[in-house]
């Protein structure tokens, strides 16, 4: 079992950077795929994006890419999402996922993941 903690969410007005970590504790591997998922209020979860397997390439949604950037720290085992630019529409919870045995085809699913931290709210106002 993976214990993921996320941190770094907040109240910034729109065009405003955040910056997120999640730090993953327990049976951790560089090889879990870890990805960033949001929910606002009345939504399901959406896939923000992903690191499949602890490779070098990072999947985004259509809605967030060139605005964010999700990096990794192996030492520390800790994920961030860089957010610049952002929006009222980014306004979520923000909730980091990992998971040792997704196939590549189902890392934008929040069902694929199995460790899910508590989450941090982002509220972006216009």
């Known amino acids: 079992q993976v214990q993921l903690a996320e941190s770094g969410g907040g109240l910034v007005q729109a065009g405003d950077s955040l910056r997120l970590s999640c730090v993953a504790s327990g049976r951790t591997h560089n090889r879990y795929t870890m990805a960033w998922f949001r929910q606002a209020p009345g939504k399901e979860r959406e896939f923000v994006a992903s690191?499949?397997?602890?490779?070098?390439?990072?999947y985004y949604a259509d809605s967030v890419k060139g605005r964010f950037t999700m990096s990794k720290d192996n030492v520390k085992n800790t994920v961030f999402l860089q957010m610049d630019s952002l929006k009222p529409e980014d306004t979520a919870v923000y909730y980091c996922?990992?998971?040792?045995?997704?196939?590549?085809?189902?890392?934008?699913?929040?069902?694929?993941?199995?460790?899910w931290g508590q989450g941090t709210q982002v509220t972006v106002s216009s």
């Open positions: 690191n499949f397997r602890g490779g070098s390439d990072t």
């Open positions: 996922a990992a998971t040792g045995s997704a196939i590549w085809s189902s890392q934008y699913r929040a069902d694929a993941y199995n460790n």
